[in-house]
């Protein structure tokens, strides 16, 4: 009969990963509730991505993690039955109240929120989820008619918030962001996008810059919509939202013009960062060839 060394280094990993916090809570689990060992294993996987996800360790400052309702979910279901989704939210940016100079006191509050009601709804869609009224009252802190009222002001202003009522019950309709976009490629300038949107400066100089970058990499280097979305650094369906903003447009009154200025942006970003990514996505191409 062999004897095993309990201090070989095959014994002593053993142990170690007996020691583990998974180990300790799949013990607990099948001594708890009865779960077999394999039972065990699957619940501390579904418990580690619901609240250990990658996405938790990327909040910064300002930010909050927040469950609403995927996008996949159609009208007319039970909330309880609705799959979730978790997505990261920016509840406070230095732009919410740049530019206020100019607004009245007892308005500055209400621009304030619906900045950041549009930003909300957007971050959720882009990130597979939807926000409803009562979401923004309690991440805003208000109650859910001045939600109300905020989104029908925006309405008239010609900008739709995408909530999960609007989405889902009447149709996406333009949002913000297609909003400033528009406005730029018909001939208007920052300022002017600033006052009929809303909007900070920065805001709006932030979206052209995202949309520029976008165009550019479609029109002059080809690349596909993941790889803009990689080397821009927006959503694939903000990509979408941008080309197809540009497509519908670009035929039509000053867009031609301005062709030259977005591929002006749009090299500089790509000197700085796009040759970069570039190599990036090279290297990988070759990795792939490589292993097939």
């Known amino acids: 009969m062999s004897i095993v060394n309990s201090n070989s280094y095959s014994c002593q990993v053993a142990r170690h990963r007996n020691k583990t916090v998974d180990q300790q809570m799949k013990q607990a689990a099948v001594e708890g509730t009865g779960l ?24 910064k400052p300002g930010q909050v993690l927040y469950n609403c309702v995927s996008a996949k979910e159609g009208a007319g279901k039970p909330l309880k039955e609705c799959a979730m989704e978790m997505v990261l939210l920016s509840l406070f ?19 304030v929120r619906q900045r950041r009601l549009m930003r909300l709804c957007e971050q959720a ?10 979401d923004l009252a309690q991440l805003l802190m208000c109650d859910s008619k001045s939600i109300q009222r905020d989104v ?32 730029w490629l018909e001939g208007k300038e920052e300022l002017e996008i600033c006052r009929c949107t809303k909007h900070s400066m920065t805001s709006v100089e932030n979206y052209l810059k995202a949309f520029k970058r976008v165009v550019f990499l479609r029109i002059e280097k080809k690349f596909t919509d993941h790889e803009i979305s990689v080397a821009a650094g927006v959503s ?12 519908s447009l670009k035929n039509k009154g000053i867009a031609n013009y301005r062709m030259a200025e977005i591929c002006h942006v749009g090299d500089q970003y790509y000197k ?21």
């Open 36 to 59: 077999s060992p394999w039972e065990a294993d699957v619940l501390i996987k579904v418990i580690s991505d619901v609240y250990f996800n990658d996405i938790q360790q990327t909040i």
């Open 93 to 111: 940016e230095e732009s919410d109240k740049k530019g206020l100079e100019v607004a009245g006191k007892k308005h500055r509050q209400t621009i």
């Open 125 to 134: 869609r882009d990130q597979g989820g939807l926000l409803t009224h009562e």
């Open 152 to 183: 029908k002001e925006l309405q008239a202003l010609g900008i739709i918030v995408p909530t999960r009522g609007r989405v889902k019950d009447i149709g996406p309709g333009i949002t913000h962001r297609e909003l400033i976009i528009r406005h």
């Open 236 to 247: 694939q369906r903000a990509v979408g939202i941008y080309l197809d903003v540009y497509g």
């Open 272 to 292: 700085e960062t796009g040759e970069k990514k570039d190599s990036q996505r090279v290297n990988t191409s070759k990795q792939e060839w490589r292993v097939k």
